[in-house]
């Protein structure tokens, strides 16, 4: 499986940016699509996901309410709308792809993907 995140940018405070991860690679469509983003000396953390089954979407609290995550199942593509932007979402973002047999709980954190894209750079200003 092989991802590819797209569309960062440079934007103000209040501003939206849509994230995009294309994938690709045998069984691909079955994978669960995550969001995770590293701000500088910090650890990756978890921002968003959903399961190709059902759709169900999980989300931080820091994002929650702002971002939607989604996924085209047709055109092998995940999206991550970014609304309400704030300098603290500065960060580079990652997509990634868990088994479709990943427990709820590890679709929260790093380990819990099996597939990972190359990041794509966020940066807010204030």
């Known amino acids: 499986v092989q991802l590819q995140a797209s569309g960062g940018g440079l934007v103000q405070a209040g501003d939206s940016l849509t994230l995009t991860c294309a994938v690709s690679?045998?069984?691909?469509?079955?994978?669960?699509l995550g969001w995770f983003r590293q701000a500088p000396g910090k650890e990756r953390e978890f921002v968003a996901a959903?399961?190709?089954?059902?759709?169900?979407?999980y989300y931080s609290d820091s994002v929650k309410g702002r971002f939607i995550i989604r996924r085209d199942n047709a055109k092998g593509t995940g999206y991550l709308q970014m609304n309400s932007l704030k300098p603290e979402d500065t960060a580079v973002y990652y997509c990634?792809?868990?088994?479709?047999?990943?427990?709820?709980?590890?679709?929260?954190?790093?380990?819990?993907?099996?597939?990972w894209g190359q990041g794509t750079q966020v940066t807010v200003s204030s």
């Open positions: 990634a792809a868990a088994p479709p047999s990943t427990i709820t709980s590890s679709m929260y954190i790093a380990r819990g993907y099996t597939y």
């Open positions: 690679g045998p069984s691909s469509s079955t994978y669960s």
């Open positions: 959903i399961r190709r089954r059902g759709g169900t979407t």
